[in-house]
């Protein structure tokens, strides 16, 4: 197994650009999360789902869309990239006990 | 509303030495209780959890915690910090009432220095 898996590692995008995280679980749970992490807040959750096609916001989801199709993947899309965006992004999967992903780090410029 | 306060932005502890990293938490009934640990450009590995039972829970790596819920506290201890501990440990609390489909409340982290 290779648990949870993001794609990309690292990115760099510029002020208003747009771009699709990919998250990808193969433990077949139900449970999907985005988190953000920056210095000094720990992780907050920014979207969530509780099954394929089902999705629902967390505590800071603006300027964050998300999809999910494959019960597997859970992707995050940024439609409009701001600077205040730059943070790095863990996927995780949960089937009581959250699982996490490498994480992506993303600078927009 | 849920809330994770971890006291402790910052520890340095000898090799060898005994930790306590603390974690308090608000919640209206028992939640679930979780420590990650995250290594320096890693991702957040689970050290150990506590859903129900017995309030001293063992973990990964000699770590293990203790929830007491007269203080509604979820410390860390380790009886012998080794130099491979030093990273950021957050604790996090889960809804009781969706156990698989809520997510978590994290602290804002503790980071841990392991001096020799």
């Known amino acids: 197994n290779a648990g949870v898996t993001q794609t990309p590692k690292f990115r760099v995008l510029k002020t208003g650009q747009s771009m699709t995280l990919l998250c990808a679980q193969d433990m077949n749970h139900e449970y999907m999360y985005w988190y953000r992490q920056d210095p000094g807040m720990g992780l907050r959750l920014i979207h969530y789902s509780v099954g394929e096609g089902t999705t629902a916001k967390g505590e800071v989801p603006d300027g964050y869309n998300v999809s999910r199709l494959k019960k597997q993947n859970f992707l995050l899309g940024l439609e409009s990239a701001a600077p205040s965006q730059t943070s790095v992004y863990f996927c995780?999967?949960?089937?009581?006990?959250?699982?996490f992903g490498p994480g992506t780090r993303l600078l927009v410029l | 509303a849920q809330s994770v306060t971890q006291p402790d932005i910052h520890i340095t502890v000898s090799e060898g030495a005994s930790l306590e990293l603390r974690c308090n938490y608000s919640y209206g009934a028992t939640p679930y209780l979780f420590w990650y640990v995250q290594s320096p450009g890693q991702g957040l590995q689970l050290l150990l959890k506590y859903f129900s039972g017995d309030t001293l829970v063992q973990g990964i790596k000699g770590f293990e915690a203790e929830f007491k819920r007269s203080q509604s506290s979820f410390n860390l201890r380790k009886p012998s910090v080794h130099w491979s501990d030093a990273a950021e440990y957050f604790c996090a609390v889960g809804s009781r009432a969706n156990q698989a489909g809520t997510a978590l409340i994290f602290g804002k982290g503790t980071t841990l220095s392991v001096s020799s």
């Open positions: 995780a999967s949960s089937t009581g006990t959250q699982y």
